[in-house]
């Protein structure tokens, strides 16, 4: 067996036994590229008239919110602009618990609540994660197919190159006829369609393998020079607690913040879960972007700004490998270039999810063949 023979059934083998993984993750991913477009249509009541007066803190907006769901746990609450409801997100992990209270910031009355795992998006999400499947067993399986469908596209790309340099246009175009046979065109939908989509479902493809592995991301980050902690890590307080008097220093942090970075989207605080855990709040500094947030920690006790040894601090202190890490999940959803880059990344997803249908037919057509007729694929 020749070196590209043994490619093409590598090829072929790992394709017939991810394609459908691979379908599925890449028609999901096409209709999550433009959730958060989708959802301003109908998210109208998370905006209020804006009024002067004082908005809740936060030790009052986790209160308010625990109420409504008194046995769940609250992750953090997000503070907006004058005209946004405040949002209390509650989130347990066993049995899993995802879901929004919005409160008017101002007199505390309960807006809406959101189930987030529910849903049209609910559903794509979990499909794209797991294929439906328990979340142990799913994001297995999914991992294991993407990481193995980079395999594939590296495969692919080597079995596009033809014997003949002459035949190299041909590989490039759609040259049909009138009589050209469907599985010429089959053929020339894979190969062809294959070769332009490749770099971007190999983006796709890797930038997913890195959100699902932390051993990549570790190996990711170092290969490019990084030289802190490839996780989020949240630092202990440095001082002590104060004397009581009545006063919650956590409270005056939001107004402090906004007052720091007028121009920042959000601020999304989250509780200290023991006495000696610190205070972080997450600071949105561009609409529907992650990387460039702030990440920033504060002394439960006294509110000193405490750092981070790993890469979720400050952006302004981000080295090139920390900002490489931070923009994994932009790329893989196409929120790095803006709308374009949400249309680039839908169409790659919508292409790639041809590729297992097609390659599947080409290998019913050589398999189950009623004439010995066959295209070769190193023409």
Known sequence: ????????????????????????????????????????????????????????????????????????????????????????????????????????????EVIQVDDHLSGFFAFILKGHMRIWLPKEIGEQVVGACILTFILIIISGFILWFPKKRKNIKQRLKFDWKPNTRWKRKNFDLHTVTGFYICSLAL????????????????????????????????????????????????????????????????????????ADESIYVEVTNS?????????????????????????????????????ILRMNYDIHIGAIGGIAGKIIAFLASLLTASLPVTGALLWYGRKYKKKRTLINVED
């Not at 958060?36 to 908005?55: G, H, R, T, W």
């Not at 009545?246 to 906004?258: A, C, E, N, R, W």
């Not at 702030?294 to 952006?315: H, P, S, V, W």
């Open 203 to 274: 983006v796709l493809a890797f930038t997913g393998s890195v959100i699902s592995y932390n051993w990549l991301k570790y190996v990711v980050y170092k290969s490019v020079g990084g030289e802190k902690v490839p996780a989020f890590i949240i630092p202990e307080n440095t001082g002590k607690p104060q004397d009581a008097d009545g006063t919650i220093p956590m409270d005056f942090l939001i107004v402090k913040l906004q007052k720091e970075s007028p121009n920042a989207v959000g601020f999304e605080l989250h509780y200290p879960k023991t």
């Open 1 to 108: 067996m020749t070196v590209k023979k043994f490619i093409f059934q590598l090829h072929k083998i790992l394709g017939l036994i991810t394609g459908t993984v691979v379908f599925v993750v890449a028609i999901t991913g096409c209709c999550w590229a433009f959730r958060a477009e989708i959802e301003s249509f109908y998210d109208d009541y998370k905006k209020v008239a804006p009024q002067n007066l004082p908005i809740l803190t936060p030790t009052v907006a986790k209160k308010l919110a625990e109420e409504v769901f008194p046995e769940n746990t609250v992750h953090g609450t997000a503070f907006k602009g004058a005209d946004d409801a405040i949002e209390v997100i509650f989130y347990d992990p066993d049995p899993e618990f995802y879901r929004s209270v919005f409160l008017n910031p101002y007199s505390g």
């Open 287 to 323: 609409e529907g972007l992650y990387y460039d947030a702030d990440y920033r920690f504060f002394d439960q006790n006294t509110l000193e700004e405490l750092e981070t040894k790993a890469i979720y601090g400050k952006y302004e202190n981000a080295k090139v490998a920390d900002k």
